[in-house]
C-alpha cells in the first residue's frame, strides 16, 4: 500500500472506531484518490511511475477499495476484466487538473498502456517532467521514467539530480540543457483544446518554453497520438530564434535489448515482444545508445523505487537545427521482430501537418495535427 495514502486511510478508520467521523467530504477524497490509482494501472497492476513515486502494485489496494465502495468498474480494471464492469468512459482517461492522460488499447493483461504528462509542475516531490511519455505494452514496460532513487546520503548525492531532471525522463534537450521548475500549480483545467478521447485515438498536447540557462527564446511543444491498439505518433516541434542543438532522450525499461537497427529505428525487445522508435520527419541526426554513463554525466540509470537504482539504456538522437524544426516520431509496439507499418509526412504548413499512417492489416489512415488548438483528427 502506499505510504502516504496509508495515513490518509488510517485517519479515516481511526475517527470511525473512536465515533468521531470526519466531514462527508473527507470520505469523497479517499474514493477519489482510489479512482486515480484504478485509473493509472498499467495491466500488470503497477501504477505510476512519476515524480517522487515508486512502481507500487497497487492491485490488491485497488480490489479491496472496490469492496467498500462498491466499485465493480475499479474491480473490473483490478482484474484485468475478469470480474466488475467495465468503466464509463473508457479504456482510456484524462485528468484535466493534473495534465496527465493514460492511453489503454483495453484492460487485459497485453494491453497497450501509456502516460503522457502535460501538468503543471507541482508543488512538492516535483520532477522537470512536463511532456514525458511512459510506454508499456504486452504486459511489460519499454519506455521509462528514471525514478526517485533517494532523497539523502551516497545514492541522493549521485543520482538526485538526475533524478528530479529532465534528462532523467523521455524529453528534449535544447542545447545540453532541461527545463526549469515551474509552474507551481494550475490555475484551472486542461479543456478539450489539449486533449482528446475517442473510441478510434487518443490525442493530448502541451508546449513548455523555460530551458536552463538557454540563450534567447526557445519553446519546444509536443503532441502524442494514440491510434488505438495500433501505435503512437509524437510530434515534437521546435520554435527558436537562433540555432540549436536538440537531444531527444529515450528511456529504456531495464530489461529491455536495444538496438540501432534499419534506417535509424531504435528497437527495444522484452520478454513481451518489442518496441520500435522509427523517425518519421527528416533531419540529419546522430544516435547514441549510453547505459549506467557516471561521466561527464549522469545518464542510463533507473530506480523503481527509493534507494534502489540500476543501469538502464538511454537512447538519444542528436540534432543541429537552425530554425523552427518539426520532428515526427512513430512509436510502434509489435509481437515481431521486423516494422511492418509505414508513416510518411504528406504536408506541412505552419499550422498544420499531415501523415499518412499505412498499416498491414488497418489500411491507411490520414492523422492531422494544427498547431492552433484544433485537436487532431483521423481519417481512413
Known sequence: MLKRENNFIQLLDICVQANRPLPESYGKYIENMHHYLACTMRPDGHGLLNNDSDLNNNRELILRAAEQYRRDDWKYIATNGKEGVPPSGGPSFFFPWAGQLIMRSGYDTKAQWAFFDIGPWGTGHQHSDKLHLSVSAYGYDFLVDAGRFSYRGEVADKFREYATSSAGHNLILIDGKGQKPGPLRATEPHTDKHFKITDRFDYAWDSFDQFIDVEGNCEHSRAVFYLRSKCWIVVDKITTDRPRKIETLWHWHPRCEVKITGKQIVTGQNAGGFLHIIPVSAQNRSIHLIKGQETPS?????????????????????????????????????????????????????????????????GQWTITFSNNGIPAVASR
Open 298 to 362: 549522469i545518464q542510463g540509470w533507473y530506480s523503481r523505487e527509493y534507494n534502489s537504482y540500476e543501469p538502464n539504456i538511454s537512447s538519444i538522437y542528436t540534432s543541429n537545427i537552425q530554425k523552427e524544426t518539426t520532428f515526427v516520431w512513430l512509436l510502434y509496439p509489435s509481437e515481431k521482430q521486423t516494422p511492418d507499418i509505414k508513416a510518411k509526412i504528406i504536408s506541412e504548413t505552419k499550422n498544420v501537418l499531415k501523415i499518412l499512417l499505412t498499416h498491414p492489416t488497418e
